[in-house]
């Protein structure tokens, strides 16, 4: 009996009481499988729609689950995946992929004739599973009250998810078959992949059965597998596979059938094998601990492929692949120490990611990304970088709004930029022929990474004349969307940055230095050995250290996309203050993004407002330094600074950096006259400042951190004000006789702290109590002074004698 039945009753109840249900059941529980094919045939739901995070295991278990039932794929139980739709009118269980879902919710936000939607393995948090999800949750509550759903996984963490769902928790405890953990340390991280082919041959020699191998990616696995060949070779009994998602369904297949009587199989897998997937004869479990993820770099616009830790949670479901048909044994890569600190469970894609296909789909669904039912919200920089790239590829407008085009492009189902690129070369296509179906062989290309050359017009060449057997597929895959023949001949080549271009645009870039800079403003290094002396380049593929080695791109002239794309470019006249040359630069430009692509002498006089905002970008590069005046209004700052901390709710933050930031309100109005550098640092930065203030405001000011303070003698003595510490008062002590108590700024909240000179005006006294200095330390003080200073006033007490700034014979 699976652990899943002993709360199949429980489940059940919930499920047709509530619209919401989150169940937790450990891998080898029957929730994948027994539970949704027994939900079908007990007649609980009509119609059922079961989402699977990978489509290796959409794929097989519709396969397993039409097996029970002695039927196809596509008769009661059906699937529906990207170039795989297999349903009727009969089908009543339906396995479908993430964006598959998304999808149908687009088309029919109603579901009509669909009532429970089940999210298998959400502990995966894709974005995709996480946009489906706020999608079908909003359906759930404005269109369909009768619309069910249940949320499941081996790993959650339920209470956090229980509280966004507001949901009841059914949990399945109990594996199917133990598992026994053992745990191989490693002295040197760094060099943890040398460590799996000896962890390998370890399980061997003390287990028995086949071995599940779980690697980050295709260079690892080719890495194990070149290491253990000799092993192979002198063991006839043992078989090796590999298992991935780049891989076409005969061999990911094969990977998965058990191996032939007597055999013995080792699978070296990707993480595709991580969840509801089960490959007979499996009893050990080598886990390198590692997983390839994506992470979106914010400056250069590009998702690096990066090797990293796996959480906890991904261990126990990778563990769980050893327990599924009998006892197993997992052996784990690292101390049990270096284990129990990772991180709970993985990050969520929606955190790390381009968020640009998800705002597209909000959009076109009607809605706003901030608006969704997310368990994890964006920031707002990836916010403003996918509405960026959206307005690029003309996906929304100005105003923020999806366009006809944006759309079109949603329907495709596609990454926005290889929709855009392929909707858009339609309609280039009677004045770039060919471009269409070059737009589908480029796709390919990326998509089946097969490529040898970092130049992309060879590359493509290449699998024109020797065609890598991933890259037919994605081509046939490519050519039937844009509704074209598979012809043969050549391809036209020559508009190939146009075609970058149309899916790139943010990476088009221009030397400079000994580097590229992008569209985006990002910089990027230069390849060693392609480009040498391009000066343009249309990048499709970046990445490496912080997102700034070139994989694939190829030369370009702007002319071709200026005649092709004019909206890529921006027309404007420019007016710049050059340091170098002490001049003005008055241009008109055509940009090309953050870079120039052609500029001139603009025509007619400089315009006032052009040479106003040169100055304020030549104020924000320098500083307030740039002014002659600045040394003189340091005490203002200064004091307006202290207002702004004691007073907040009178006066606004006037830092450098705030004053900086509004230039315009406060500094622009005095500039309309200055036409020379000179000038610019001559000017009364002083009044600037104080028109910062309304008048009310400056006499404020004054009477709250006044310049000076009058002493008994007459004097007045300036205040040195810091914004950490007291106000400081450097005074004579003879000049404040009479004085009995300190000094009170700001109604008492700022302390003044006195420094009491002698009259040859060195330090005597440091005190924030002059009363209490009077009365103690002042005595020591009057009798070595009376000795040093005869001629000087030393009265018995100070604290009511005359003050006086002259010597005793003219007081």
């Known amino acids: ?54 489509r290796l295991a959409a794929r097989n278990i519709a396969g397993f689950l039409a097996a029970q039932l002695g039927e196809s794929v596509g008769e009661r139980v059906g699937l529906r995946i990207r170039q795989e739709v297999k349903v009727s009118a009969r089908t ?46 909003e359906s759930q509550m404005a269109l369909r009250d009768d619309l069910h759903v249940l949320v499941m996984s081996a790993t959650l963490d339920s209470e956090r998810y229980q509280q966004f769902l507001t949901c009841p928790l059914v949990r399945s405890d109990g594996r199917s078959f133990p598992i026994e953990e053992i745990y191989v340390p490693l002295k040197d991280e760094s060099r943890w992949l040398e460590h799996i082919p000896a962890m390998v041959r370890k399980a061997l020699n003390e287990q028995t059965g086949s071995i599940l191998v779980f690697l980050p990616g295709q260079k690892e696995i080719r890495y194990v597998s070149d290491a253990l060949r000799d092993t192979f070779s002198a ?30 199989k080792v699978v070296l897998t990707t993480n595709v094998a991580e969840t509801s997937l089960t490959i007979e004869g499996i009893r050990i479990v080598v886990d390198s601990g590692k997983r390839r993820a994506a992470h979106y770099n914010l400056r250069t616009g590009v998702s690096e492929l990066v090797t990293q830790s796996i959480s906890r949670s991904s261990a126990v479901q990778r563990a769980g692949r050893a327990g599924r048909i009998e006892a197993g044994v997992v052996y784990r890569l690292g101390s049990k120490a270096l284990f129990e600190r990772r991180d709970a469970h993985d990050r969520a894609d929606i955190l790390c990611s381009d968020l640009s296909g998800l705002m597209l789909e909000a959009k076109v669904w009607g809605s706003e990304v901030t608006e969704l039912a997310l368990l994890d919200a964006p920031t707002e920089a990836q916010l403003s970088k996918a509405q960026a790239l959206l307005r690029s590829l003309e996906l929304i407008d100005d105003r923020d709004r999806v366009t006809v085009l944006g759309k079109q ?61 991933a890259f037919r597929q994605q081509l046939s895959y490519w050519l039937r969307r844009a509704q074209l023949q598979q012809a043969q001949g050549e391809l036209a080549i020559e508009h190939l940055p146009v075609v970058i271009a149309l899916a790139f645009p943010d990476r088009l870039a221009k030397r400079r230095g000994q580097g ?50 004019p909206y890529l470019f921006t027309e404007q006249d420019v007016c710049e203050f050059e340091q170098k040359s002490g001049q003005f630069i008055h241009e008109h430009r055509i940009c090309l993004g953050h870079w120039v692509y052609l ?65 315009e309100s406060w500094l622009g109005p005095y500039l309309d006259t200055i036409k020379q550098l000179p000038q610019l640092k001559k000017l009364d930065l002083h009044a600037a400042l104080l028109s910062t203030l309304e008048w009310s405001q400056q006499q404020r000011l004054n009477a709250l951190l006044p310049q000076r303070i009058m002493v008994p003698s007459g004097s007045n003595i300036r205040i040195q004000y810091q914004l950490d510490g007291p106000a400081r008062l450097a005074v004579r002590m003879q000049e404040v006789y009479g004085m009995s108590h300190s000094p009170v700024l700001c109604e008492g909240r700022l302390p003044v702290l006195m420094e009491l000179l002698s009259p040859a005006q060195r330090p005597l006294q440091l005190t924030q109590d002059l009363a209490h200095f009077w009365q103690s330390s002042y005595r020591e003080v009057q009798k070595e002074m009376k000795g040093r200073y005869p001629k000087h006033f030393w009265p018995d007490d100070p604290a009511t004698a005359q003050a006086t700034n002259r010597v005793k014979s003219r007081m």
């Open 1 to 54: 009996m699976l652990p899943i039945q002993a709360v199949y009753n429980e489940l059940v109840s919930q499920l047709t009481t509530q619209p919401r249900v989150l169940l937790q059941a450990p891998p080898g529980a029957g929730k994948s499988t027994w539970l949704p094919l027994q939900l079908m045939l007990d007649g609980h739901f009509k119609r059922i729609i079961m989402l699977e995070p990978r």
């Open 92 to 137: 009543q269980l339906e396995i479908v992929t993430e964006g598959t879902l998304t999808r149908l919710l687009q088309a029919d936000p109603e579901l009509d004739g669909v009532d429970l939607l089940i999210f298998d393995e959400f502990h995966e948090r894709s974005l995709a599973a996480d946009t489906a999800l706020a999608f079908a949750l």
């Open 235 to 264: 063991q006839p009994d043992l078989m090796l596979a590999t298992l991935s998602g780049d891989q076409d369904k005969q061999a990911q297949q094969a990977a998965i059938e058990p191996a032939p009587a007597g055999m013995r």
């Open 409 to 469: 492009v949603q329907s495709l189902g596609a990454d926005p930029r290889y929709g855009h690129m392929l909707l858009k070369s339609k309609v280039l296509e009677a004045d770039y022929p060919g471009i269409t179906r070059l737009g589908c062989y480029f796709i390919a290309l990326l998509e089946s990474r097969v490529s040898v050359s970092a130049e992309l017009s060879i590359a493509l060449q290449q699998q024109v004349q020797n065609p890598h057997g």
């Open 516 to 565: 590229w800079v992008l569209a985006n403003g990002a910089g990027v290094n230069a390849h060693k050995e392609y480009w040498l002396d391009a000066n343009y380049l249309a990048i499709a593929d970046l990445g490496g250290h912080k997102g700034q080695q070139i994989f694939s791109a190829t030369a370009f002239e702007p002319k071709q996309l200026y005649a092709a794309l």
């Open 599 to 663: 500029a001139k002498p603009a025509a007619g006089p400089v315009d006032t407002a052009l040479r106003t905002q040169a100055w304020l970008t030549l104020v924000r590069q320098q500083g307030l330094l740039i002014f002659n005046g600045y040394a003189d209004c340091e005490d203002l700052l200064t004091r307006m600074a202290l207002a702004q901390r004691l007073y907040p709710e009178e006066f606004r933050a006037q830092d450098e950096q705030s004053l900086l930031m509004r230039l």
